[in-house]
């Protein structure tokens, strides 16, 4: 399934990638977000928000194993049947998400994976884990934590974090995910330098948010491991190299993402319950 929000070009690529790999018992599903003009044939939701639209879209799909795919995200051929067959043996599948040819020399990929070698996603997995960009739950898995928190996420104050704060509930109720390189997809990296800003601000409120959470619901080992690979080391550490190396950009998206950080602790700690 697709949600999707004021972007149809991006939309029209996405759509017909996935109709070229899916498969005839397969269903595709569109969520229309709020969008200002109306999406023909799409599931419609009058209010904004990526995490009640892909609720939305689960509830309303007819099949156990479900996929989300953002609308800028282009999948490539193999694809489905590679994460129908992740799907066999896990809850939940990551799969790998590049850059499309032509692009790879953009300073700042946005929802690119790092893992390059099938992994089974643990509670004690470091690093990003996944992204709702490129996504495959079951929908057991989803129905038993509930889906998306709606209070997260694009559309909502925290702008992000809904799709890892999908992962730790999975994580802390048993569910294992595995990452799946063969299903494959590309990213467009679409952004300007203004908007990547915005775009690292409105991560640092999410993560500082998902911070939040964890703690309440007692993952508190999670959490650290959170704190030190995404704030400290992914944040930090990497802002200050790129000052020690005179990397402009990179240290002021560190900076935005720090401030970030600090307004979704203080406000989720105020408004998460």
């Known amino acids: 399934m697709v949600p999707t929000r004021d972007r149809p070009e991006h939309l029209a690529r996405c759509i017909a990638a996935l109709r070229a790999d899916l498969r005839p018992d397969d269903e595709l599903l569109v969520v229309d977000s709020a969008s200002r003009s109306r999406i023909d044939g799409a599931l419609r939701c009058e209010l904004p928000g990526a995490a009640r639209a892909r609720n939305a879209g689960w509830r309303a799909a007819r099949h156990e194993l479900i996929a989300f795919v953002d609308d800028d995200v282009e999948v490539l051929p193999g694809w489905a049947a590679a994460m129908t067959a992740a799907l066999a043996g896990a809850s939940w599948v990551a799969g790998a998400v590049g850059v499309p040819a032509g692009q790879e020399d953009r300073e700042r990929p946005v929802a690119v994976t790092t893992l390059t070698v099938p992994t089974r996603l643990t509670v004690a997995s470091r690093g990003t884990l996944g992204a709702s960009a490129n996504l495959g739950v079951r929908r057991s898995a989803l129905d038993q934590v509930g889906g998306f928190d709606e209070r997260l996420g694009p559309g909502t104050w925290t702008r ?114």
């Open 160 to 273: 992000a974090a809904e799709d890892l704060d999908l992962l730790d509930r999975l994580l802390a109720t048993g569910h294992d995910g595995w990452f799946e390189p063969d299903a494959r997809a590309v990213h467009d990296q679409w952004r300007s330098r203004r908007q990547l800003l915005a775009l690292d601000h409105g991560y640092g409120i999410g993560l500082g948010a998902r911070l939040v959470l964890l703690r309440r619901r007692g993952q508190r080992a999670r959490a650290r491991t959170v704190a030190r690979d995404d704030v400290w080391s992914g944040t930090v550490l990497t802002g200050l190299g790129d000052v020690r190396r005179r990397y402009e950009l990179g240290a002021l998206l560190a900076l935005v993402r720090l401030l970030g950080v600090a307004h979704g602790v203080v406000r989720g700690a105020v408004v998460l319950r």
